[in-house]
């Protein structure tokens, strides 16, 4: 064998007194958590506001009562939703 085939020699560990090198920011766990976190949210709301545009509910139609029954419900409705006078 030759010595450029040879493979490498195991590296012996740091002294357990020796500090580690720093990681650099991507290898850092919280990170991604903290970034992956809002990522997160920012594509929900893009997948929501697809969904609503795409299926857009009905418009009812409550403007009118059905029968006599219903007309002072629909008038007490209208007056708290324009808040028009007594």
Do not use: E, Y
């Not at 009905?58 to 006599?68: H, W, Y």
Request: glycine share 8%.
């Amino acid at each position: 064998m030759t010595p450029a085939s040879a493979p490498a020699a195991p590296t012996s560990p740091a002294p357990s007194g020796a500090p580690n090198p720093p990681l650099k920011w991507w290898r850092v766990p919280m990170v991604w958590m903290v970034i992956g976190g809002p990522a997160t949210v920012v594509v929900a709301s893009f997948a929501t506001l697809t969904l609503a545009i795409l299926n857009p509910d009905p418009v009812l139609d409550t403007g009118q009562a059905r029968n006599a029954s219903q007309l002072p419900a629909v008038q007490g409705r209208n007056h708290a939703a324009t808040g028009g006078p007594c």
